[in-house]
């Protein structure tokens, strides 16, 4: 398997996000070269405080995604959609689907087929006492896969973390500083046909504060 790089953008500056979507109500700013996204409605409104911020490019079924991750403020959960397009092949953005503004059942079981990994999940008791990554196929909100979480809590994480997700002819594989934490072989017919090409997406929900840097996009050929 080669790699190729498709798409490098470091996220350092206003210009960088040209072309993204924002769904739902989210401040974008940057701190020493370094984007931070947090919500600007009261986390009490719950789903309707959360969002997702859409890179506007689309990429191949094969892809490795790979991006810097710091938690500035928890509590909260960080998630990567990947893969995304309409049930039918729609281009994400298509008027021919229904608005989304960040609530999560858009996303999960709307008009939309993804993948998504939830990261640096800390919003509920349980998730505190025992931290993990989730994957999840879509539509449908199938719980396909987990694996520990290694990045600690604000005050005890370093600069960033650098985080990959990898899909080749239905595998998906998940690490985080080359650490391992899930590998899972979609077979195409537990949770409907493998996903393939889409868009990517970052979804944060409140009250997080995240810094992201140093997106990068590989095809995998």
């Known amino acids: 398997m080669e790699k190729k790089l498709i798409y490098d953008n470091p996220l350092s500056c206003a210009e960088d996000v040209n072309g993204f979507r924002m769904e739902g109500s989210a401040e974008v700013y940057f701190e020493n070269g370094k984007m931070r996204m947090k919500n600007t409605m009261d986390p ?7 969002f997702v911020y859409w890179c506007g490019e689309d990429f191949p079924s094969d892809v490795a995604i790979k991006w810097d991750f710091r938690p500035i403020e928890e509590p909260g959960l960080a998630i990567m959609f ?3 397009k ?5 281009d994400l953005f298509s008027p021919e689907l229904a608005p989304r503004d ?13 993948y998504h990994v939830s990261y640096f999940r800390r919003k509920w008791d349980e998730e505190r006492a025992f931290h993990t990554c989730n994957l999840r196929k879509s539509k449908g909100f199938h ?3 987990q694996g520990g979480d290694p990045i600690p809590n604000p005050e005890d994480a370093k600069e960033s973390y650098h985080i990959t ?6 595998k998906i594989d998940f ?4 650490l391992l934490v899930f590998s899972w072989q979609d077979d195409g017919k537990t949770y409907g046909e493998v996903l393939g090409g889409g868009k990517i997406g ?7 504060i995240g810094e992201y840097s140093n997106l990068k996009v590989y095809e995998l050929i």
């Open 165 to 170: 997700v990898s899909k080749y002819k239905g």
């Open 86 to 90: 309409g049930v039918n092949g729609e």
């Open 82 to 84: 990947f893969s995304a």
């Open 175 to 178: 690490s985080i500083d080359d």
């Open 143 to 145: 719980l396909v896969t």
């Open 102 to 114: 960040g609530q999560y059942n858009l996303y999960h079981s709307g008009d939309i087929n993804a």
């Open 202 to 208: 970052f979804r944060q929900m409140a009250p997080l």
């Open 44 to 50: 009490a409104l719950g789903q309707k405080s959360n």
